[in-house]
């Protein structure tokens, strides 16, 4: 023992404590989402000096990713630093540009290296860091740019999130590694930080800082261990068995139908688990709340998942909406409103750059490809067919919408599209390889593509149902 350094040495007693085998860099980073706990309430306890703030929050940043990757961490310093120096000394005009592509570059070059180390692995390298810090990097030099402009010439979002001054080294590396957000996120904007860190998040409240997040947080931890048991499930049902030949050749359709359901539904625990950890986290370090409601705190500033609305939505919409929400709002408001089209090929845009910041697998792009196809059906369906199933009442001075007695068919049609939908798209999100995406949705016919232009025939030849005549048109 004495032969070992801190590190390692806790390495060893973090394995031989944990009673299931898994891999030694997915049990530190388990004990680094649980280790942010105690040391978020610590943090939430500082006094009032940024500067001590930032330098604390940094360290612990630091070490987790030290400590799960090794020198490896060096990438988020250098491309940090580089953002950073692009964003200071580059032409006013052209470096958010110029700072956006660095940071896409070095993050496609994390994808690549990974695929060529590790090609369809899973272990905790940078390239995961580097997705978040993308987020971080291009959300900064937007708001840096947008700070540049006059207010009336910003959107409302662009207003709250716009930097007007800009940060010097220790708010900048404060900001990239602060620790409740840096393995995991949510990526929050610079902004938000900032006023996290000097308290003016929170001058609405009693004594000028965050409100006590023990609830919150507790909160987010236990619904965390549930999702662990979703994690635990998982294992019993590996994805990689649907890129093998017999999956196909020993079973039956419904069984391989079945089976990518509850596989691929099951792997999005995992996902669940580490988001509301570091949720929690971010609570109990007061960075997660986000504002009052009749006199209650609210939350949800660094929640970055909603399972059960996930599970149960209706629609693309609101799973987009629920699935790693800072993702989403980054993909909204720095690439779909940017692009300059929001119709049709802006959508298809957006889920392109998403599928990018995931990597190069094939199967981001067969999920994402088909993820915009169902997105473009249940706008489709919904606009031909809900209406049928509710009735406008108009008597009042708001009209309001009553459901039918059928309403409840509807809704139930709707959640089993969309879930089951969602299960079909994420099996090549997971399987990750051309011929293994191929062959998983081989072996059940293409059943997903097939419903869904079957069903977008249908709704094509049904068509929107007619408004009904006012009593001036049937006069006439």
């Known amino acids: 023992m004495s032969d070992l350094t801190v590190n390692e040495a806790l390495e060893q007693w973090i394995m031989q404590s944990i009673p299931i085998d898994i891999p030694k860099d997915q049990a530190k980073y388990v004990f680094c989402l649980m280790l942010a706990y105690p040391l978020a309430f610590l943090f939430s306890l500082l006094p009032n000096s940024p500067a001590l703030k930032h330098t604390i929050g940094l360290s612990i940043g630091v070490w987790f990713g030290y400590f799960i990757m090794g020198s490896e961490i060096l990438h988020s310093a250098f491309s940090a630093t580089c953002v950073y120096a692009i964003m200071r000394f580059g032409p006013s005009r052209q470096a958010h540009k110029l700072a956006v ?103 609405e409240t009693p004594t000028g800082r965050a409100p006590f997040g023990g609830w919150a947080a507790l909160k987010a931890f236990l619904s965390a261990l549930v999702c662990a048991g979703g994690v635990m499930m998982a294992g019993k049902f590996p994805v990689s068995y649907m890129r093998d030949d017999e999956f196909y050749n020993t079973t039956t359709f419904l069984y391989r139908f079945g089976y990518l359901q509850v596989a691929t539904a099951l792997c999005r625990f995992p996902y669940y688990f580490a988001w509301i950890m570091s949720e ?67 959508l298809i845009i957006t889920f392109m750059a998403s599928a990018v910041w995931h990597g190069f697998y094939p199967g981001y792009y067969f999920s994402f490809a088909t993820a915009a196809l169902h997105v473009h059906l249940g706008r489709v369906l919904r606009r031909n067919f809900r209406s049928r199933f509710v009735k406008v009442d108009s008597s009042t001075e708001k009209p309001t919408e009553k459901p039918t007695a059928l309403k409840p068919l509807y809704d139930v049609i709707s959640w089993v599209i969309s879930w089951t939908g969602l299960n079909y798209n994420f099996a090549p999100f997971m399987i990750l390889s051309f011929w293994g995406s191929y062959g998983a949705w081989r072996s059940i016919y293409f059943v997903g593509h097939i419903a869904a232009f079957t069903l977008l025939a249908l709704a094509t030849i049904v068509g929107p149902p007619r408004k009904p005549r006012s009593a001036a048109d049937k006069t006439k």
């Open 280 to 346: 929690g986290a971010c609570n109990l370090a007061g960075l997660g709340f986000s504002g009052y409601k009749n006199g209650v705190a609210i939350w949800e500033r660094a929640t970055n998942v909603w399972p059960l609305k996930i599970e149960t939505a209706q629609n693309y919409r609101a799973i987009s909406e629920h699935w790693n929400v800072r993702t989403d709002r980054w993909l909204k408001h720095y690439v779909y409103e940017r692009v300059g089209n929001k119709g049709t090929a802006g």
């Open 101 to 203: 592509a660095f940071a896409i570059l070095y993050m496609s070059a994390g994808h690549i290296q990974r695929m060529y180390n590790d090609y369809l692995g899973w272990r905790m390298d940078f390239s995961g860091v580097q997705l978040l810090l993308t987020i971080k990097y291009t959300t900064f030099a937007f708001d840096w740019y947008d700070g540049q402009k006059a207010q009336q010439a910003l959107s409302e979002y662009q207003k709250g999130m716009c930097v007007r001054k800009f940060p010097s080294i220790l708010e900048w590396f404060g900001y990239i590694y602060f620790f409740p957000g840096f393995l995991t996120g949510p990526a929050f904007n610079y902004g938000e930080y900032n006023n996290y860190i000097n308290l003016s998040m929170f001058k």
